[in-house]
T-cell receptor, first 113, second 115 residues
Framework: DAKTTQPNSMESNEEEPVHLPCNHS???????IHWYRQLPSQGPEYVIH???SNVNNRMASLAIAEDRKSSTLILHRATLRDAAVYYC??????????????FGEGTQLTVNP | NAGVMQNPRHLVRRRGQEARLRCSPM?????VYWYRQLPEEGLKFMVY????????ESGMPKERFSAEFPKEGPSILRIQQVVRGDSAAYFC?????????????FGSGTQLSVL
C-alpha cells in the first residue's frame, strides 16, 4: 500500500481555518485520497475523499496538488468539536488490498478556545 | 437510517473466557470490516467480510480469532480464550459496495477489557 506522511500534531484557534497537510509521494494513478477523523472515545468518521480535483463538502475541503503527491484538508472555521486525530489514507483500486483502509498515525489536532 | 450498531459497548472477560462482539451494519450494506485499536496505538485492520464470505483476513491473528457475517443477523467477531493483550477497542465498519471511492461508516466500538 502506498504510504502517507502527516505531522504528528497541529494546533489551531477556534473559528480560524486549519490546513492539515499530507504527503503521498508514491501514490499511484488510481489511488483515491481519503480523510477520516477520530474524536476521543469514538469510531472513525468519514470526512472527505477525492481523486484528482479539489473537493468540497459540508465538513471540509480537500485540495489536491497537481502532481497528486500531496494534499491538504481544510477546515474553514475550526470549532472545539473538531479536535480529533485526522487520518489521510490512500485507497487503492486493487480488489483485496484496496478494500481495507490502512490507518497511519494521523495528525492530532488541538483547537484552542 | 440507523448507523452501524455495535454491542456490547463494553465487555469484561476473565482470561480464558470467550468474547463475542456483534456488529449490525447499516441497512443495505453488505460489506463489513473489523478493526482493533490497542491502548495508545493506531487502528489496525483485522478482517473484511461480504455476506457469508471472508474476503480479506490478512490482519487477523492466526489463532483464537474468527469472524463471520451470516446471511441473516449481525457480523460476529469471536475471540476464544482471551488474554490480557486482547484488551482493546474493536471497531466495525460497513459500506454498501466495494471500491476505492467507497466511504466506510464506523460504529462506536466495543471496549474489551480482559481481567
Amino acid at each position: 500500500d502506498a504510504k502517507t506522511t502527516q505531522p504528528n500534531s497541529m494546533e489551531s484557534n477556534e473559528e480560524e481555518p486549519v490546513h492539515l497537510p499530507c504527503n503521498h509521494s508514491t501514490i499511484s494513478g488510481t489511488d483515491y485520497i481519503h480523510w477520516y477523523r477520530q474524536l476521543p472515545s469514538q469510531g472513525p468518521e468519514y470526512v472527505i475523499h477525492g481523486l484528482t480535483s479539489n473537493v468540497n463538502n459540508r465538513m471540509a475541503s480537500l485540495a489536491i496538488a497537481e502532481d497528486r503527491k500531496s494534499s491538504t484538508l481544510i477546515l474553514h472555521r475550526a470549532t472545539l468539536r473538531d479536535a480529533a486525530v485526522y487520518y489521510c489514507i490512500l485507497r487503492s483500486a486493487k480488489e483485496t488490498s484496496g478494500s481495507r483502509l490502512t490507518f497511519g498515525e494521523g495528525t492530532q489536532l488541538t483547537v484552542n478556545p | 437510517n440507523a448507523g452501524v450498531m455495535q454491542n456490547p459497548r463494553h465487555l469484561v472477560r476473565r482470561r480464558g473466557q470467550e468474547a463475542r462482539l456483534r456488529c449490525s451494519p447499516m441497512k443495505g450494506h453488505s460489506h463489513v470490516y473489523w478493526y482493533r485499536q490497542l491502548p495508545e496505538e493506531g487502528l489496525k485492520f483485522m478482517v473484511y467480510l461480504q455476506k457469508e464470505n471472508i474476503i480479506d483476513e490478512s490482519g487477523m491473528p492466526k489463532e483464537r480469532f474468527s469472524a463471520e457475517f451470516p446471511k441473516e443477523g449481525p457480523s460476529i467477531l469471536r475471540i476464544q480464550q482471551v488474554v490480557r493483550g486482547d484488551s482493546a477497542a474493536y471497531f466495525c465498519a460497513s459500506s454498501p459496495h466495494q471500491g476505492p471511492a467507497e466511504k466506510l461508516f464506523f460504529g462506536s466500538g466495543t471496549q474489551l477489557s480482559v481481567l
